[in-house]
């Protein structure tokens, strides 16, 4: 056999060029692919990620009685995530509006009516992008940040509510007005909180009130309380009333009569019954005070309703 039936050596010497070129192609190949993978991968989790109806299973009967199946419990925890989304959708959308409308970004979008300019504004932008008329568009984006704390704190909140509460996050700040929710919310029940109600409490906080502004939202509504309960009730005397002083000092002579002296000092009488307040071991005195103190507080509480209504 001859040579140059079978070669075996590695060629003329330009075949090594063409080897590196050969490899070269692969690794493009090779890197296209993981770029295509990676891209794909990313797809993926954006579509997963995204609120959408067809994420929503069609509705069917039953499987069966008692426990859910399988498939049924994915099926309700799909559905649950729906309906939480529509119920932060609101907020959502605010935030997103806000979003755009603080940086600006809509304004290399070319004017749907004057496609030769860019949106200036906000305002021209969502009524004609996104039919969110002017007024919604600055409700959403002035109450966005309250809905998300308090869906944040499990209550259920809708954007009538917010918009009464707006003014005091925009006089104090936004614990501020999370705080006159809250209250409300204590005052009447999660269930009970109207914008009425909110509404009302705002109209009745003096113009001279004063927040610490590093108060967190749960002092804050003590705070508020306080103040509202002072306004709708008299000012509490501190001094004795004259019928009290009498009714003191029958009972002093009573008293007096039993231990057979002429007659016992209010000092004493004072400092018995504090004696009597603090004794550890028999709390009588200290029960009759505070369920008289418990009483005048939801005599408090009353009237705090009554003017939330």
């Known amino acids: ?68 199946t399988d498939e049924e419990r994915q099926r309700y ?10 119920n932060n959708a609101w907020f959502i959308q605010g935030k997103a509006l806000d979003t755009i409308a603080t940086g600006r970004l809509f304004r290399d979008t070319p004017h749907k009516l004057e496609p030769e300019r860019n949106y200036r504004t906000i305002e021209e932008w969502a009524p004609l992008e996104k039919g969110i008329s002017v007024s919604k568009c600055s409700k959403l984006r002035a109450g966005w940040e309250i809905g998300e704390v308090l869906a944040a704190r499990e209550y ?25 929710y809250v209250l409300v919310a204590d005052t009447w029940g999660e269930d009970q909180v109207t914008a009425e109600r909110l509404r009302n409490t705002v109209k009745m906080l ?41 009714a003191v000092d029958k009972r002093a002579i009573g008293i007096a009569d039993a231990l057979n002296r002429p007659r016992i000092p209010r000092s004493e009488v004072t400092l018995r019954l504090m004696e009597a307040f603090a004794d550890p071991e028999d709390t009588t005195v200290y029960d009759a005070v505070l369920e008289r103190m418990q009483q005048a507080e939801k005599d408090a509480q009353k009237a705090a309703r009554k003017a939330l209504k």
């Open 1 to 68: 056999m001859s040579e140059s039936n079978y070669d075996l050596g590695w060629g003329d010497e330009d075949e090594p060029e063409e080897a590196a070129d050969t490899l070269t192609a692969v690794d493009t190949v090779r890197d296209e692919k993981q770029r295509q993978n990676q891209a794909k991968l990313i797809a993926e989790a954006v579509e997963q990620a995204a609120p959408g109806l067809h994420k929503i299973p069609d509705p069917v009967e039953p499987a069966g009685e008692g426990a859910l």
């Open 77 to 86: 925890e799909q559905c649950l995530e729906g309906v939480d989304l529509g």
């Open 156 to 180: 259920d909140v809708n954007p009538g509510q917010v918009r009464e509460i707006v003014p005091v996050k925009n006089a104090y700040n936004l614990n501020a007005a999370i705080a006159v």
């Open 206 to 246: 003096p113009g001279d009130l004063e927040l610490d502004q590093d108060e967190d939202v749960d002092a804050l509504a003590k705070t508020i309380k306080g103040v509202l309960v002072e306004e709708i009730q008299p000012p509490v005397s501190r001094a004795i009333p004259p019928a009290v002083t009498r």
